[in-house]
T-cell receptor
Framework: GIQVEQSPPDLILQEGANSTLRCNFSDSVNNLQWFHQNPWGQLINLFYIPSGTKQNGRLSATTVATERYSLLYISSSQTTDSGVYFCAVFPSSGAGSYQLTFGKGTKLSVIP | DADVTQTPRNRITKTGKRIMLECSQTKGHDRMYWYRQDPGLGLRLIYYSFDVKDINKGEISDGYSVSRQAQAKFSLSLESAIPNQTALYFC?????????????????FGPGTRLTVL
């Protein structure tokens, strides 16, 4: 099945710093989503972004489908940004095309 | 998301016991999913259902069963729990983008159920 790799696995930032999280995937996709899991375990959908660029406040995401990667940008980080960020994809074809496959996540810690 | 609820939120049980985790949603979505999360790993799909009569196995369905009692309810059962089923379990819903306008199968997660099998 499709492989989803996220980097870096861990990231520590000073409050106010910017960061870029990366998601690489091994096959073509027709659906890519970014999620934030807060320290209490709640999963929140950040972006649906199979291609192109979207922005939501201090967060933005870009997916270059032809090159099989997506980037999540966090600007002016805040302590509330801490948690784990997951990338997840639906493959364009094959037996797993109705199954959202998750990467292992990037654990972000923002320190005051 | 408060529109997707899971019960119980925490459960400790013993090996061999039958356990049912329940999920309810008020979002009006037709698609529902069960995932498990293990420490250091992403989420893995156990089962998914596109409507009441359509249930499909996911990546790790062995040892689990599901029931879609209604459009709004999707239950996960562990017929005979074992310790390696200790994990955080999530229910999710999606609507193929018809109502949210956010894109196909944007997933909305419940708060999770922390299950410990001793």
């Amino acid at each position: 099945g499709i492989q989803v790799e996220q980097s870096p696995p861990d990231l520590i930032l000073q409050e106010g710093a910017n960061s870029t999280l990366r998601c690489n995937f091994s096959d073509s996709v027709n659906n890519l989503q970014w999620f934030h899991q807060n320290p209490w375990g709640q999963l929140i959908n950040l972006f649906y972004i199979p291609s192109g660029t979207k922005q939501n406040g201090r967060l933005s995401a870009t997916t270059v489908a032809t090159e099989r990667y997506s980037l999540l940008y966090i600007s002016s980080s805040q302590t509330t940004d801490s948690g784990v960020y997951f990338c997840a994809v639906f493959p364009s074809s094959g037996a797993g095309s109705y199954q959202l496959t998750f990467g292992k996540g990037t654990k972000l810690s923002v320190i005051p | 998301d408060a529109d997707v609820t899971q019960t119980p939120r925490n459960r400790i049980t013993k090996t061999g016991k039958r356990i049912m985790l329940e999920c309810s949603q008020t979002k009006g979505h037709d698609r529902m999913y069960w995932y498990r999360q293990d420490p250091g790993l992403g989420l893995r799909l156990i089962y998914y259902s596109f409507d009441v009569k359509d249930i499909n196995k996911g990546e790790i369905s062995d040892g689990y069963s599901v029931s879609r009692q209604a459009q709004a309810k999707f239950s996960l059962s562990l017929e005979s729990a074992i310790p390696n089923q200790t994990a955080l379990y999530f229910c999710a819903t999606s609507d193929f983008g018809r109502t949210s306008g956010r894109g196909r199968d944007t997933q909305y997660f419940g708060p999770g159920t922390r299950l410990t099998v001793l």
